[in-house]
């Protein structure tokens, strides 16, 4: 059974960077992994992924490069590094685990999921 715990959110001013961590328990090695987030009132969306073999990572076209993932098998740790945060980045991240598979944006497909870290950034 795989167990997902991101960390490191919190409260930033626009412009600043924030690194979140996901850590695993039970083996990830050959998952694909994934950042989601949810905004108030709105649907869960993809921000990026990587696949168990490294290809990728594939992120969301909105980012513009603000957003980068990277991963530590050895570890079990899957990391999203964000830069130059905007408000419209305030949000509840997840981490997601995929058993099979590349990355894919649709959430259905992953098969399990962190509780979540709140991010909020103030203009």
């Known amino acids: 059974q795989v167990q997902l715990a991101e960390s490191g959110g919190g409260s930033v001013q626009a412009g600043d960077s924030l690194t979140l961590s996901c850590a695993a328990t039970g083996s990830t090695v050959r998952y694909t992994m994934a950042w989601f987030r949810q905004a108030p009132g709105k649907e869960r969306i993809f921000v990026g992924g990587i696949s168990w073999d490294g290809n990728g990572p594939n992120y969301a076209d909105s980012l513009s490069g603000r957003f980068e993932i990277s991963r530590d098998n050895n570890k079990e740790t899957l990391v999203l590094q964000m830069n130059n945060l905007k408000p419209e980045d305030t949000a509840v991240y997840y981490c997601?685990?995929?058993?099979?598979?590349?990355?894919?944006?649709?959430?259905?497909?992953?098969?399990?999921w962190g509780q979540g870290t709140q991010v909020t950034v103030s203009s």
């Open positions: 997601a685990g995929r058993r099979a598979g590349r990355t894919v944006e649709d959430g259905t497909r992953y098969d399990y």
